[in-house]
Protein backbone atom coordinates (compact mmCIF):
# COMPACT_ATOMS: atom_id res chain seq x y z
CA UNK A 1 0.00 0.00 0.00
CA UNK A 2 2.79 2.34 0.61
CA UNK A 3 4.45 2.03 -2.67
CA UNK A 4 0.81 1.61 -4.85
CA UNK A 5 0.81 5.61 -5.69
CA UNK A 6 4.06 4.75 -7.67
CA UNK A 7 1.62 2.91 -9.95
CA UNK A 8 0.62 6.19 -11.59
CA UNK A 9 4.42 7.97 -11.76
CA UNK A 10 5.00 9.03 -15.56
CA UNK A 11 8.32 7.94 -17.47
CA UNK A 12 11.02 10.10 -16.14
CA UNK A 13 14.77 10.70 -16.82
CA UNK A 14 16.03 7.50 -18.51
CA UNK A 15 13.10 5.91 -19.55
CA UNK A 16 12.49 8.65 -21.85
CA UNK A 17 15.88 7.44 -23.87
CA UNK A 18 14.98 3.85 -23.42
CA UNK A 19 11.54 4.14 -25.43
CA UNK A 20 13.10 6.59 -27.88
CA UNK A 21 15.65 3.79 -28.74
CA UNK A 22 12.48 1.06 -29.37
CA UNK A 23 10.38 3.60 -31.32
CA UNK A 24 13.08 4.99 -33.40
CA UNK A 25 12.90 8.75 -32.42
CA UNK A 26 16.92 8.94 -31.77
CA UNK A 27 19.53 9.52 -34.78
CA UNK A 28 21.32 6.31 -32.72
CA UNK A 29 19.88 2.99 -32.38
CA UNK A 30 20.28 0.31 -29.30
CA UNK A 31 20.03 -3.46 -29.42
CA UNK A 32 16.83 -4.47 -26.52
CA UNK A 33 19.68 -5.75 -24.12
CA UNK A 34 21.63 -2.17 -24.25
CA UNK A 35 19.24 0.18 -23.81
CA UNK A 36 21.67 1.49 -21.00
CA UNK A 37 24.44 2.41 -23.59
CA UNK A 38 23.69 6.38 -23.99
CA UNK A 39 26.71 7.71 -26.22
CA UNK A 40 29.57 5.30 -27.99
CA UNK A 41 32.38 6.32 -30.32
CA UNK A 42 31.29 7.77 -33.65
CA UNK A 43 28.00 9.01 -32.85
CA UNK A 44 29.13 12.84 -31.94
CA UNK A 45 28.50 14.04 -34.84
CA UNK A 46 25.10 12.31 -35.50
CA UNK A 47 24.06 13.34 -32.03
CA UNK A 48 24.75 17.07 -32.72
CA UNK A 49 23.76 16.91 -35.86
CA UNK A 50 20.31 15.60 -35.24
CA UNK A 51 20.01 18.40 -32.00
CA UNK A 52 20.52 15.59 -29.69
CA UNK A 53 24.43 17.12 -28.50
CA UNK A 54 24.68 20.74 -28.52
CA UNK A 55 26.10 22.52 -31.55
CA UNK A 56 29.68 23.01 -29.73
CA UNK A 57 30.10 18.86 -28.38
CA UNK A 58 33.36 17.75 -30.62
CA UNK A 59 34.81 14.68 -28.12
CA UNK A 60 34.36 11.17 -29.21
CA UNK A 61 33.21 9.65 -26.05
CA UNK A 62 31.67 6.08 -24.48
CA UNK A 63 29.59 6.25 -22.23
CA UNK A 64 27.00 4.26 -19.80
CA UNK A 65 26.20 0.93 -17.94
CA UNK A 66 26.29 -2.47 -19.26
CA UNK A 67 22.93 -3.76 -18.08
CA UNK A 68 21.53 -6.06 -20.60
CA UNK A 69 19.11 -8.01 -18.31
CA UNK A 70 17.60 -5.34 -16.97
CA UNK A 71 17.68 -3.81 -20.56
CA UNK A 72 15.49 -6.80 -21.76
CA UNK A 73 13.14 -6.77 -19.22
CA UNK A 74 12.50 -2.92 -19.91
CA UNK A 75 12.44 -4.07 -23.84
CA UNK A 76 9.51 -6.30 -22.91
CA UNK A 77 7.56 -3.82 -21.09
CA UNK A 78 7.76 -1.77 -23.93
CA UNK A 79 6.69 -3.95 -26.56
CA UNK A 80 3.82 -5.53 -24.78
CA UNK A 81 2.55 -2.47 -23.07
CA UNK A 82 4.00 0.54 -25.20
CA UNK A 83 4.20 4.13 -23.83
CA UNK A 84 1.69 3.16 -20.82
CA UNK A 85 3.65 3.31 -17.48
CA UNK A 86 2.00 1.54 -14.95
CA UNK A 87 2.45 -1.88 -16.77
CA UNK A 88 6.04 -1.22 -16.32
CA UNK A 89 6.12 -0.22 -12.69
CA UNK A 90 4.03 -3.63 -12.00
CA UNK A 91 6.52 -5.47 -13.51
CA UNK A 92 8.72 -3.37 -10.42
CA UNK A 93 6.79 -4.15 -8.18
CA UNK A 94 6.82 -7.98 -8.74
CA UNK A 95 10.58 -7.90 -8.21
CA UNK A 96 10.54 -5.61 -5.32
CA UNK A 97 7.68 -8.78 -4.06
CA UNK A 98 10.26 -11.52 -5.18
CA UNK A 99 13.13 -9.55 -3.31
CA UNK A 100 11.58 -9.29 -0.14
CA UNK A 101 10.60 -13.13 0.01
CA UNK A 102 14.41 -13.92 -0.90
CA UNK A 103 15.48 -11.41 2.11
CA UNK A 104 13.58 -13.50 4.19
CA UNK A 105 14.94 -16.46 4.08
CA UNK A 106 18.72 -14.39 5.22
CA UNK A 107 17.11 -13.57 8.33
CA UNK A 108 18.74 -15.03 11.57
CA UNK A 109 16.49 -18.03 12.08
CA UNK A 110 17.08 -18.38 16.14
CA UNK A 111 15.70 -15.24 16.44
CA UNK A 112 11.97 -14.98 17.37
CA UNK A 113 9.00 -14.79 14.85
CA UNK A 114 8.14 -11.84 15.75
CA UNK A 115 11.19 -10.47 15.16
CA UNK A 116 11.96 -11.58 11.93
CA UNK A 117 8.29 -10.26 10.83
CA UNK A 118 9.77 -6.90 12.42
CA UNK A 119 12.76 -6.64 10.37
CA UNK A 120 11.20 -8.20 7.04
CA UNK A 121 8.66 -5.39 7.47
CA UNK A 122 11.65 -2.70 8.10
CA UNK A 123 13.41 -3.68 4.75
CA UNK A 124 10.19 -3.73 2.66
CA UNK A 125 8.96 -0.37 3.62
CA UNK A 126 12.18 1.32 3.88
CA UNK A 127 12.58 4.80 1.58
CA UNK A 128 15.38 2.95 -0.33
CA UNK A 129 12.81 0.88 -1.87
CA UNK A 130 11.33 3.64 -3.55
CA UNK A 131 13.42 4.68 -6.89
CA UNK A 132 13.70 1.18 -7.47
CA UNK A 133 9.79 0.49 -7.65
CA UNK A 134 8.95 4.41 -9.10
CA UNK A 135 11.92 4.79 -11.50
CA UNK A 136 11.72 2.19 -14.20
CA UNK A 137 15.14 2.58 -15.51
CA UNK A 138 15.97 1.44 -11.53
CA UNK A 139 14.27 -1.95 -11.72
CA UNK A 140 18.08 -3.60 -11.96
CA UNK A 141 18.71 -2.83 -8.18
CA UNK A 142 16.03 -5.22 -7.34
CA UNK A 143 16.78 -8.15 -10.25
CA UNK A 144 20.31 -8.14 -9.05
CA UNK A 145 19.05 -8.22 -5.28
CA UNK A 146 16.59 -11.65 -6.24
CA UNK A 147 19.32 -13.30 -8.14
CA UNK A 148 22.45 -12.67 -5.62
CA UNK A 149 20.25 -13.88 -2.61
CA UNK A 150 19.63 -17.09 -4.75
CA UNK A 151 23.19 -17.75 -5.47
CA UNK A 152 23.47 -17.41 -1.71
CA UNK A 153 20.92 -19.91 -0.60
CA UNK A 154 22.62 -21.90 -3.41
CA UNK A 155 25.60 -21.87 -2.56
CA UNK A 156 24.79 -22.80 1.16
CA UNK A 157 22.81 -26.01 -0.15
CA UNK A 158 25.90 -27.08 -1.61
CA UNK A 159 29.01 -26.38 0.78
CA UNK A 160 31.41 -29.23 -0.02
CA UNK A 161 30.45 -29.33 -3.93
CA UNK A 162 31.37 -26.82 -6.62
CA UNK A 163 27.35 -25.04 -7.63
CA UNK A 164 27.00 -24.29 -10.62
CA UNK A 165 23.51 -23.59 -9.95
CA UNK A 166 25.07 -21.07 -8.02
CA UNK A 167 27.27 -20.02 -10.38
CA UNK A 168 24.55 -19.05 -13.24
CA UNK A 169 22.32 -17.35 -10.89
CA UNK A 170 25.35 -15.12 -9.84
CA UNK A 171 26.38 -14.52 -13.42
CA UNK A 172 22.19 -13.48 -14.06
CA UNK A 173 22.88 -10.71 -11.07
CA UNK A 174 26.08 -9.69 -12.71
CA UNK A 175 24.10 -8.79 -15.83
CA UNK A 176 21.42 -6.64 -14.26
CA UNK A 177 24.51 -4.26 -13.72
CA UNK A 178 27.00 -2.80 -12.23
CA UNK A 179 24.35 -3.06 -8.95
CA UNK A 180 25.25 -6.46 -8.25
CA UNK A 181 28.60 -5.30 -7.15
CA UNK A 182 26.95 -4.09 -4.09
CA UNK A 183 24.60 -7.04 -3.28
CA UNK A 184 27.61 -9.67 -4.14
CA UNK A 185 29.57 -7.58 -1.54
CA UNK A 186 27.12 -8.32 1.07
CA UNK A 187 26.28 -12.30 0.23
CA UNK A 188 29.69 -12.47 0.05
CA UNK A 189 30.91 -11.53 3.62
CA UNK A 190 27.57 -13.44 4.75
CA UNK A 191 28.97 -16.42 3.44
CA UNK A 192 32.28 -16.07 4.57
CA UNK A 193 31.33 -15.13 8.24
CA UNK A 194 29.18 -18.85 8.20
CA UNK A 195 29.60 -22.15 8.67
CA UNK A 196 32.00 -24.74 6.94
CA UNK A 197 35.62 -24.63 6.46
CA UNK A 198 37.79 -21.61 5.39
CA UNK A 199 38.28 -23.49 2.26
CA UNK A 200 34.70 -24.55 1.57
CA UNK A 201 33.98 -20.48 2.44
CA UNK A 202 35.92 -18.98 0.10
CA UNK A 203 35.15 -21.47 -2.93
CA UNK A 204 31.63 -20.61 -2.26
CA UNK A 205 32.61 -16.71 -2.10
CA UNK A 206 34.11 -17.18 -5.24
CA UNK A 207 31.61 -18.66 -6.98
CA UNK A 208 29.37 -15.77 -5.95
CA UNK A 209 32.12 -13.16 -6.67
CA UNK A 210 33.59 -14.45 -9.87
CA UNK A 211 31.43 -13.76 -12.86
CA UNK A 212 29.97 -10.64 -11.63
CA UNK A 213 33.63 -9.44 -11.07
CA UNK A 214 34.37 -10.54 -14.91
CA UNK A 215 31.01 -8.75 -16.24
CA UNK A 216 31.56 -5.82 -14.83
CA UNK A 217 35.48 -5.67 -16.14
CA UNK A 218 34.39 -6.74 -19.23
CA UNK A 219 31.39 -3.32 -19.30
CA UNK A 220 34.46 -1.15 -18.39
CA UNK A 221 36.35 -2.49 -21.40
CA UNK A 222 32.95 -1.70 -23.78
CA UNK A 223 32.98 2.17 -22.50
CA UNK A 224 31.08 1.15 -18.98
CA UNK A 225 30.58 3.70 -16.26
CA UNK A 226 30.12 7.67 -16.81
CA UNK A 227 32.56 10.69 -15.54
CA UNK A 228 30.53 13.68 -14.34
CA UNK A 229 30.05 15.80 -11.65
CA UNK A 230 28.22 12.99 -9.50
CA UNK A 231 30.16 9.64 -11.17
CA UNK A 232 33.89 8.94 -10.65
CA UNK A 233 35.47 6.52 -13.09
CA UNK A 234 37.72 5.22 -9.91
CA UNK A 235 40.31 3.30 -12.55
CA UNK A 236 40.40 6.83 -14.67
CA UNK A 237 40.28 8.97 -11.93
CA UNK A 238 42.26 7.86 -8.81
CA UNK A 239 42.76 10.89 -7.15
CA UNK A 240 39.38 12.06 -7.65
CA UNK A 241 38.05 8.83 -6.23
CA UNK A 242 40.68 8.73 -3.44
CA UNK A 243 39.98 12.78 -2.23
CA UNK A 244 36.03 11.99 -2.26
CA UNK A 245 36.18 9.07 -0.52
CA UNK A 246 35.36 10.00 2.57
CA UNK A 247 32.75 12.82 2.19
CA UNK A 248 30.83 10.22 -0.56
CA UNK A 249 31.04 7.75 2.90
CA UNK A 250 29.34 10.36 4.99
CA UNK A 251 26.66 11.38 2.60
CA UNK A 252 25.63 7.86 2.28
CA UNK A 253 25.81 6.56 5.81
CA UNK A 254 23.99 9.59 6.87
CA UNK A 255 21.14 8.54 4.22
CA UNK A 256 20.81 5.26 5.62
CA UNK A 257 20.16 6.61 8.99
CA UNK A 258 17.76 9.69 7.85
CA UNK A 259 14.97 7.21 7.87
CA UNK A 260 14.93 7.07 11.94
CA UNK A 261 16.34 10.74 12.33
CA UNK A 262 13.60 12.86 10.42
CA UNK A 263 10.43 11.84 12.10
CA UNK A 264 11.92 12.56 15.51
CA UNK A 265 14.17 16.07 14.76
CA UNK A 266 12.50 17.18 11.45
CA UNK A 267 14.47 19.59 9.24
CA UNK A 268 16.72 19.80 12.48
CA UNK A 269 18.38 16.39 11.50
CA UNK A 270 19.88 18.15 8.15
CA UNK A 271 21.84 20.59 10.32
CA UNK A 272 25.75 19.83 9.91
CA UNK A 273 26.30 19.43 13.95
CA UNK A 274 23.39 17.06 14.38
CA UNK A 275 24.14 15.35 11.20
CA UNK A 276 27.19 14.46 12.19
CA UNK A 277 26.42 13.68 16.08
CA UNK A 278 23.85 11.11 14.06
CA UNK A 279 26.71 9.29 12.34
CA UNK A 280 28.74 8.65 15.44
CA UNK A 281 25.54 7.31 17.08
CA UNK A 282 24.58 4.93 13.99
CA UNK A 283 28.34 3.85 13.79
CA UNK A 284 29.09 3.22 17.49
CA UNK A 285 25.32 1.33 17.58
CA UNK A 286 26.64 -0.71 14.36
CA UNK A 287 29.57 -1.22 16.36
CA UNK A 288 28.22 -2.70 19.34
CA UNK A 289 25.49 -4.94 17.43
CA UNK A 290 28.67 -6.48 15.48
CA UNK A 291 30.75 -7.11 18.95
CA UNK A 292 27.55 -9.04 19.94
CA UNK A 293 27.28 -11.11 16.90
CA UNK A 294 30.96 -11.36 16.59
CA UNK A 295 30.39 -15.78 17.58
CA UNK A 296 27.34 -15.92 15.96
CA UNK A 297 27.67 -17.69 12.69
CA UNK A 298 24.37 -16.26 10.92
CA UNK A 299 24.92 -12.53 11.02
CA UNK A 300 28.99 -12.25 12.37
CA UNK A 301 29.36 -11.02 8.52
CA UNK A 302 26.43 -8.44 8.06
CA UNK A 303 28.49 -6.00 9.31
CA UNK A 304 31.39 -6.37 6.97
CA UNK A 305 29.02 -7.17 4.08
CA UNK A 306 27.52 -3.46 4.86
CA UNK A 307 30.53 -2.00 3.88
CA UNK A 308 31.60 -4.14 0.97
CA UNK A 309 27.78 -3.07 -0.22
CA UNK A 310 28.65 0.26 0.66
CA UNK A 311 31.96 0.70 -1.63
CA UNK A 312 30.90 0.36 -4.81
CA UNK A 313 28.21 3.33 -3.77
CA UNK A 314 31.13 5.67 -3.14
CA UNK A 315 31.68 6.48 -6.94
CA UNK A 316 28.17 7.47 -7.99
CA UNK A 317 25.92 9.92 -7.48
CA UNK A 318 24.22 10.38 -3.41
CA UNK A 319 20.48 8.20 -3.96
CA UNK A 320 18.73 6.47 -1.65
CA UNK A 321 18.01 2.97 -4.38
CA UNK A 322 22.15 2.56 -4.12
CA UNK A 323 21.92 1.77 -0.07
CA UNK A 324 19.31 -1.32 -0.82
CA UNK A 325 21.89 -4.14 0.06
CA UNK A 326 23.42 -2.24 2.83
CA UNK A 327 20.40 -1.63 4.69
CA UNK A 328 19.91 -5.68 4.28
CA UNK A 329 22.81 -5.85 6.44
CA UNK A 330 21.57 -4.05 8.97
CA UNK A 331 18.04 -5.64 9.57
CA UNK A 332 19.17 -8.39 9.85
CA UNK A 333 21.77 -7.42 12.53
CA UNK A 334 18.73 -5.71 14.40
CA UNK A 335 16.45 -8.97 14.12
CA UNK A 336 19.35 -10.82 15.87
CA UNK A 337 18.95 -11.67 20.14
CA UNK A 338 15.68 -10.26 20.68
CA UNK A 339 13.78 -9.84 23.96
CA UNK A 340 10.28 -7.96 24.44
CA UNK A 341 12.57 -4.62 24.84
CA UNK A 342 14.18 -4.66 21.26
CA UNK A 343 11.09 -5.90 19.39
CA UNK A 344 9.55 -2.71 20.57
CA UNK A 345 12.86 -0.88 19.80
CA UNK A 346 12.64 -2.97 16.57
CA UNK A 347 8.77 -1.93 15.69
CA UNK A 348 9.13 1.60 16.45
CA UNK A 349 12.44 2.00 14.36
CA UNK A 350 10.06 -0.32 11.54
CA UNK A 351 7.12 2.19 12.16
CA UNK A 352 9.49 5.16 11.67
CA UNK A 353 11.26 3.78 8.49
CA UNK A 354 7.36 3.30 6.68
CA UNK A 355 6.33 7.03 7.90
CA UNK A 356 9.61 8.21 5.61
CA UNK A 357 8.66 5.68 3.13
CA UNK A 358 5.45 6.85 2.65
CA UNK A 359 6.16 10.33 2.46
CA UNK A 360 8.74 10.21 0.11
CA UNK A 361 6.48 7.97 -2.13
CA UNK A 362 4.12 10.63 -1.95
CA UNK A 363 6.63 13.39 -2.58
CA UNK A 364 8.11 11.60 -5.39
CA UNK A 365 4.65 10.34 -7.15
CA UNK A 366 3.77 14.12 -6.85
CA UNK A 367 6.49 15.61 -8.42
CA UNK A 368 6.72 12.99 -11.47
CA UNK A 369 3.26 13.85 -12.06
CA UNK A 370 3.56 17.57 -11.75
CA UNK A 371 5.92 17.61 -14.19
CA UNK A 372 4.65 15.33 -16.85
CA UNK A 373 1.29 17.63 -16.11
CA UNK A 374 3.14 21.13 -16.73
CA UNK A 375 5.40 19.04 -19.18
CA UNK A 376 2.09 18.06 -21.37
CA UNK A 377 0.53 21.62 -20.97
CA UNK A 378 3.70 23.45 -22.32
CA UNK A 379 4.09 21.21 -25.24
CA UNK A 380 0.61 21.47 -26.46
CA UNK A 381 0.69 25.11 -25.67
CA UNK A 382 3.85 25.18 -28.16
CA UNK A 383 1.02 24.69 -30.90
CA UNK A 384 1.30 21.79 -33.95
CA UNK A 385 5.19 21.60 -34.69
CA UNK A 386 4.94 19.00 -37.59
CA UNK A 387 7.10 20.55 -40.59
CA UNK A 388 8.48 23.11 -38.16
CA UNK A 389 11.74 23.61 -36.42
CA UNK A 390 12.70 24.67 -32.81
CA UNK A 391 15.47 26.85 -31.75
CA UNK A 392 15.80 26.60 -27.72
CA UNK A 393 17.15 28.80 -25.48
CA UNK A 394 17.94 27.11 -22.73
CA UNK A 395 18.46 28.09 -19.25
CA UNK A 396 18.19 24.74 -17.53
CA UNK A 397 21.00 21.93 -16.78
CA UNK A 398 22.03 19.85 -20.03
CA UNK A 399 20.58 16.72 -18.99
CA UNK A 400 17.13 18.38 -18.14
CA UNK A 401 16.72 19.56 -21.31
CA UNK A 402 18.46 16.31 -23.28
CA UNK A 403 15.68 14.82 -21.90
CA UNK A 404 12.48 17.46 -22.65
CA UNK A 405 12.29 16.82 -26.47
CA UNK A 406 11.48 12.94 -25.64
CA UNK A 407 8.86 13.18 -23.17
CA UNK A 408 7.50 15.91 -25.80
CA UNK A 409 7.10 12.86 -28.25
CA UNK A 410 4.96 11.15 -25.58
CA UNK A 411 2.41 14.14 -26.46
CA UNK A 412 2.41 15.97 -29.70
CA UNK A 413 3.76 14.84 -32.93
CA UNK A 414 7.50 16.31 -33.36
CA UNK A 415 8.85 18.95 -34.42
CA UNK A 416 11.27 18.91 -37.92
CA UNK A 417 14.17 19.13 -35.65
CA UNK A 418 14.96 21.04 -32.19
CA UNK A 419 18.18 23.02 -31.99
CA UNK A 420 19.82 23.94 -28.62
CA UNK A 421 20.95 27.54 -28.97
CA UNK A 422 22.79 27.84 -25.74
CA UNK A 423 23.23 26.00 -22.58
CA UNK A 424 24.06 28.34 -19.90
CA UNK A 425 21.95 31.47 -18.40
CA UNK A 426 18.73 32.70 -20.72
CA UNK A 427 19.95 35.11 -23.16
CA UNK A 428 19.67 39.24 -22.02
CA UNK A 429 19.10 40.05 -25.54
CA UNK A 430 17.78 38.21 -29.36
CA UNK A 431 18.28 40.60 -31.96
CA UNK A 432 17.00 39.48 -35.59
CA UNK A 433 19.67 41.39 -37.99
CA UNK A 434 18.06 40.14 -40.87
CA UNK A 435 15.40 37.65 -42.54
CA UNK A 436 17.84 34.69 -41.65
CA UNK A 437 20.41 35.98 -38.92
CA UNK A 438 20.30 36.00 -34.53
CA UNK A 439 22.48 37.95 -32.94
CA UNK A 440 21.82 36.29 -29.40
CA UNK A 441 23.18 38.21 -26.07
CA UNK A 442 24.22 36.71 -22.41
CA UNK A 443 26.71 36.91 -19.95
CA UNK A 444 26.96 33.09 -20.37
CA UNK A 445 25.67 31.56 -22.91
CA UNK A 446 28.14 28.41 -23.00
CA UNK A 447 28.61 27.16 -18.98
CA UNK A 448 32.18 27.17 -18.32
CA UNK A 449 31.88 23.49 -17.09
CA UNK A 450 30.24 22.30 -20.37
CA UNK A 451 33.78 22.33 -21.75
CA UNK A 452 34.45 19.49 -20.75
CA UNK A 453 32.74 17.95 -23.71
CA UNK A 454 35.27 19.52 -25.80
CA UNK A 455 38.55 18.26 -27.19
CA UNK A 456 40.87 18.91 -24.06
CA UNK A 457 38.10 20.73 -22.54
CA UNK A 458 39.22 24.35 -24.87
CA UNK A 459 36.90 27.28 -24.33
CA UNK A 460 35.08 28.22 -27.29
CA UNK A 461 37.14 31.58 -29.04
CA UNK A 462 35.85 34.10 -31.24
CA UNK A 463 35.58 32.95 -35.05
CA UNK A 464 34.27 29.66 -34.13
CA UNK A 465 32.25 28.08 -36.25
CA UNK A 466 30.25 25.14 -36.23
CA UNK A 467 26.84 24.13 -38.61
CA UNK A 468 24.22 21.80 -37.24
CA UNK A 469 21.31 20.76 -39.24
CA UNK A 470 21.28 23.55 -41.63
CA UNK A 471 21.93 26.51 -39.18
CA UNK A 472 25.88 28.16 -38.30
CA UNK A 473 26.41 28.81 -35.46
CA UNK A 474 29.29 31.53 -34.76
CA UNK A 475 31.00 32.82 -31.97
CA UNK A 476 31.29 36.43 -31.68
CA UNK A 477 31.93 37.19 -28.22
CA UNK A 478 33.75 35.89 -25.16
CA UNK A 479 34.77 36.80 -21.87
CA UNK A 480 37.36 34.64 -20.47
CA UNK A 481 35.92 31.05 -21.07
CA UNK A 482 32.32 32.37 -21.31
CA UNK A 483 30.54 33.10 -24.30
CA UNK A 484 28.87 36.28 -24.81
CA UNK A 485 27.72 36.45 -28.06
CA UNK A 486 26.58 34.26 -30.66
CA UNK A 487 25.58 34.61 -34.41
CA UNK A 488 23.06 32.12 -35.55
CA UNK A 489 22.21 31.87 -39.92
CA UNK A 490 19.50 29.81 -40.62
CA UNK A 491 18.95 28.60 -43.97
CA UNK A 492 15.52 29.56 -44.02
CA UNK A 493 13.27 32.70 -43.45
CA UNK A 494 13.48 32.94 -39.55
CA UNK A 495 9.48 33.22 -39.20
CA UNK A 496 8.34 30.88 -41.94
CA UNK A 497 9.99 27.47 -40.73
CA UNK A 498 11.63 29.08 -37.34
CA UNK A 499 9.94 28.70 -33.89
CA UNK A 500 11.56 30.34 -30.64
CA UNK A 501 11.16 29.05 -27.64
CA UNK A 502 12.63 29.53 -24.00
CA UNK A 503 13.19 26.75 -21.72
CA UNK A 504 13.73 27.66 -18.15
CA UNK A 505 13.97 24.07 -16.31
CA UNK A 506 11.14 21.68 -17.77
CA UNK A 507 9.29 24.93 -18.94
CA UNK A 508 8.91 25.44 -22.06
CA UNK A 509 7.28 28.93 -23.94
CA UNK A 510 7.44 30.24 -27.58
CA UNK A 511 8.37 33.68 -27.91
CA UNK A 512 6.74 35.04 -30.56
CA UNK A 513 8.81 36.77 -32.97
CA UNK A 514 7.63 39.86 -32.43
CA UNK A 515 8.78 39.90 -28.66
CA UNK A 516 12.11 38.86 -29.77
CA UNK A 517 14.70 41.60 -29.56
CA UNK A 518 12.47 42.86 -25.72
Excluded at 14 to 39: E, Q, S, V
Excluded at 261 to 287: C, E, F, I, S
Excluded at 442 to 460: F, H, I, K, M, N
Excluded at 490 to 513: F, K, Q, Y
Aim: include cysteine; hydrophobic fraction near 50%; charge should be positive.
Amino acid sequence: MLLAPLLGSPRVSDDLFHIAWRRGWLPTTRAAWDLFRFIDTGETALLRDGGVAPWFVDIDARGGMVRPLTSLSIALDIALFGDRPWPAHLHSLLWWAALVACALALLPKQTTTAARALALCGFATSFVMVAPVGWIANRGVLMAGVFSLLAYRAALTQPLAFSWRALGLATLAGLCGEYSLCWTGLVVCLLLGGDGSLRERARGAATLALPVVVIFVLGLSRGGGLSTASYVRPFDEPGRALSELLPRYLFHASQLASPWARPLLGDAAAHPAVALLLLVGAHLGVVILAWRARNDRMTRGAVPGMLAALVPVLVAPPNPRLLLPASLGLWILLARSPSRAKNVLLGALVVMGALQCGVTVRATASQERQWFTEMRADRLALGDLRGRSVLAFVDADMESWFRLPLAWRLVAPAPRRVLGVNFGAAPSRIDRSDARTLRVVGEDLVSPALLTLRQGARPLRVGDAVTVGGVRVVVEATRGAMVTMLRLETPTELGSEWVPVLVRGHRAHVVPWGDVGR
